[in-house]
């Protein structure tokens, strides 16, 4: 059935992806954000700049539609989240507050919000050797301070909204979404879109920076895979917060490896532990997200990080910043 959705955030990465994935899908779309994608053209219907955390705009925004895909946050990689606590708490309860509101003022049928596994606690993250985190995890609450907070907030604030009768919502707690058409650059990046970039950008046996010792470990999920389980999860019956990621934890480290072979150069690595580095490992228990939709991310690592690496790749060579050498031995690779 074609439904009118709303994408908020529609200007960043996962959002743009989200607006693709609707349309492909046959639905008419309204994005809405602070800026226009930066990459490619948006594909919505109607694309509206709005800044999400005034009341007035988030009315507008919900207006005749059927469902709310909230992707909108002040956020970025590891750097950003730890430095700006203050701004990105305040930035994203205003968001959400809103957005969750209007989105009843207005009828909407169904509401998604997109968590984040910043929210499960801290001392169930201090081995890089991490057991898998399960959604029942999250409490008793210690989540990174800021951004973490600010989204177990939020999931509570749908759970109201739902219990009372007000909005159907449902929410999902990303792990580290990464691919193509996202930031690489400029503080906000994600380490598969960092290290990427780094590699790009020296030649055969240069050396990288390496934020930590590299021990570090995470799981990442490829966004076409996120998108896709953020329309499962819209749709299923399960009102409560579920992990959406992969459950295969790699070093940063080994991430380094796993780009340098895609670009197919020799890469030594200088480990800076002064730099963010975030809690010592995280991973995605998917026990819960096969029992409710019989589904999880197929993507694999290597797969998706060599669609990331050469499309920043690309943007770095058009911008003619990748000497000669660089340039050709990724895409031969």
């Not at 009341?55 to 709310?68: K, L, S």
């Not at 909108?72 to 730890?82: E, L, P």
């Not at 507050?97 to 968590?115: D, I, K, P, Q, T």
């Not at 896709?228 to 790699?250: A, F, Q, V």
């Amino acid at each position: 059935m074609r439904k009118r959705a709303l994408v908020t955030g529609a200007g960043g990465f996962i959002g743009h992806h989200m607006v693709k994935y609707l349309k492909a899908e046959g639905h008419w779309v309204r994005g809405a954000d602070l800026k226009p994608p930066e990459y490619e053209e948006t594909a919505a219907d109607e694309f509206e700049l709005l800044d999400l955390r005034r009341w007035e705009n988030c009315v507008g925004a919900t207006r005749d539609v059927d469902e709310v895909y909230n992707l909108a946050a002040d956020m970025g990689g590891i750097g950003y989240i730890t430095a700006y606590h203050a701004d990105i708490a305040r930035n994203n309860i205003l968001i959400n507050a809103h957005m969750l509101e209007a989105a009843h003022v207005n009828g909407v049928e169904r509401y998604f919000f997109s968590s984040s596994a910043c929210v499960y606690p801290q001392y169930r993250q201090r081995s890089a050797d991490v057991a898998p985190l399960a959604e029942d995890d999250a409490y008793p609450a210690e989540p990174e301070e800021g951004y973490g907070w600010e989204k177990l907030y939020a999931e509570k604030l749908c759970q109201y909204y739902g219990e009372e009768g007000k909005l159907e919502t449902r929410v999902a707690r990303f792990h580290n979404i990464y691919g193509p058409l996202g930031t690489y650059e400029g503080g906000r990046e994600k380490a598969p879109a960092a290290i990427s970039r780094k590699i790009a950008l020296v030649q055969d046996g240069d050396e990288i920076e390496v934020w930590g010792d590299g021990q570090q470990t995470r799981s990442f999920t490829y966004v076409a895979d996120c998108v896709e389980g953020i329309d499962r999860i819209m749709h299923s019956e399960y009102r409560h917060p579920i992990n959406l990621g992969t459950d295969r934890l790699i070093s940063v480290s080994d991430l380094v490896d796993l780009v340098a072979r895609i670009a197919n150069k020799t890469i030594r690595k200088r480990f800076d532990a002064t730099k963010p580095q975030g809690v010592r490992g995280r991973n995605s228990d998917n026990g819960k997200l096969r029992e409710v939709l019989a589904w999880e991310p197929q993507t694999p690592l290597e797969e998706g990080m060599r669609e990331t690496y050469l499309w920043i790749e690309s943007e770095l060579a058009r911008a003619g910043r990748i000497p000669e050498l660089a340039a050709g031995a990724g895409q031969q690779a």
